[in-house]
């Protein structure tokens, strides 16, 4: 079993900033992939922003070049550093995790969620 547990989230203006942590704890490899995922108002659950071990990395379309996934091996964080915010980056953030990136890119393969943190920007 994994429990996850994100931060961070809150209410902005346009082109604010807002960083997201989730921390991940029980069956935890250090290989695990991370990864962060957003769910719309009336929309289903998407993955936006991936980081294996080795940091490498992949973004959504809809995020890339603004959005900043990291990650501290040590502590089992993911960090979500989100940046020029948009009022269609609005929803329910929550982070994942998974030994397998195909699993990662599905997340309705994922079985463990934490109750993620709301982010609302407003126009």
């Known amino acids: 079993q994994v429990q996850l547990v994100e931060s961070g989230g809150g209410l902005v203006p346009a082109g604010g900033s807002l960083r997201l942590a989730c921390a991940a704890s029980?069956?935890?490899?250090?290989?695990?992939?991370m990864g962060w995922y957003r769910q719309a108002p009336g929309k289903q659950r998407e993955w936006i922003a991936l980081?294996?071990?080795?940091?490498?990395?992949q973004y959504g379309d809809s995020v890339k070049g603004r959005f900043t996934i990291s990650r501290d091996n040590a502590k089992n964080t993911v960090y979500l550093q989100m940046n020029s915010l948009k009022p269609e980056d609005t929803g329910v953030y929550y982070c994942?995790?998974?030994?397998?990136?195909?699993?990662?890119?599905?997340?309705?393969?994922?079985?463990?969620w934490g109750q993620g943190t709301q982010v609302t920007v407003s126009s």
């Open positions: 994942n995790t998974d030994i397998n990136w195909v699993t990662m890119k599905s997340p309705g393969r994922l079985r463990s």
């Open positions: 029980g069956r935890i490899s250090s290989f695990n992939y």
């Open positions: 980081i294996g071990s080795g940091g490498n990395i």
